[in-house]
């Protein structure tokens, strides 16, 4: 029997968290990010991309196409807190929900839609409880499989619900362009189009027809991108949530990239969620793995050990992106992730300190915990230990001129 696999994507959810703390800038042209050499987009609003403004786009490029862009650095502790409220709702339907980044989730709603007539209906419902709830809008894909899934929820901005049977295939797959394809990178759509490949149904014409130039350019690419097109692929949910020695955070990148700026913002918001998600657990962890993968769909892992177990955002990101940068640096990725392991809840710890090192840190945290309260009731971060500022600049002196 067919699964009910769910994607289900916050939209525009950065400038919707800003609407919320801040009604005046609904229906209006925003852009998260900062402005400066290396300042991109990380999402905009709706209004925004009337003008062509664009995720990952240079935000210098986005003020010249939008003069009135509203630019907004962004509160990612509240991003956080929104994101995990979404998760927490997905999963009073079904236990089976799989974060594919901080504002998007694949679940599987097998057993919570047996004995729906109407799924439609059910889902629009599902919308409108989360709206009630949090404030927040999102697009649905339902369909059998993963692929299909994603595909859908994409179909129909904002607010939009589209179920994919395999049946609807050719007429709602197949005339989409094939830049707009999931898993179809920047640099492969041009080449597709060179060879006549100008929709996913010309592309599933080739591959069932085992075209020779195409297998050849697709490589071991090419049994998985068939079944995606026929409806026959993944419909695993991979879920870590609850399992107690693990959680982790990961992201398709919105293109293929090796710009670091890009890939350290998503690493940043990836990871907020990772040490949220462990400190309302009431878990820290001593292994922090990161992965990559790269254009051709290959996990690359690399993972270090520290001494002392953490859920501290700021020493999951130290640690990450120095072995990102060690290892993965001139790499072009399409996704990244981030996994805090070995998960203990402090109470089990035993950690042996001489009198002089718990001195030291009993002083730090009670430093962190009174930033952290005064960095919440600002609604920003305007205060930081000037440990870190030497750690950051150290850092990003080490990093000029790489973009």
Known sequence: MAKVIVHIDLNAFFVRAEEIKDPSLE????????????GVVSTCSYEARKYGVRSAMPMNKALQ??????VIHGDYH????????FKQFVRSYT???????????????????????????????????????????????VAPTRFLAKMGSDYKKPMGITIIRRKDIKTILYPIPIEDMFGIGKKSAPRLKKMGINT????AIRLNNNDEVLLKFLGKFTEELKGWVNGYSDDKIYTSYGDPKSISNSTTLKEDTNNFEIIKETFEMLIREVSYRAKKENLVGTTIQIMAKDTSYQAHNKSKTISSPTNDYQTILDVALKLYEVNYLTMTVRAVGIALQNLVSPKDLSI????????????????KLIINDINRKLGEDKLTRASEIRKKKKYDDGNSGRY
């Not at 042996?352 to 430093?367: A, G, I, P, S, V």
Request: negative net charge; aromatic residues 12%.
């Open 95 to 141: 236990k089976l929900v799989e974060s594919a980044s901080i504002d998007e989730v694949f679940a599987d709603f097998t057993e919570a839609t047996k004995g729906v007539e109407d799924v439609e209906a059910y889902f629009r419902e599902f919308q409108n409880n989360l709206f009630k709830k949090t404030k927040l809008k999102c697009s649905i894909g």
């Open 65 to 70: 196409l939008c003069p009135n862009l509203i």
């Open 78 to 85: 509240f991003y956080t807190a929104l994101s995990y409220e």
């Open 352 to 367: 042996q300190m001489t009198f002089f090192d718990y001195e030291r840190h009993e002083e730090e945290n009670k430093t």
């Open 27 to 38: 229906g209006k042209a925003v852009a998260i990010g900062h402005i400066g050499r290396a």
């Open 200 to 203: 996913i149904g010309d592309l």
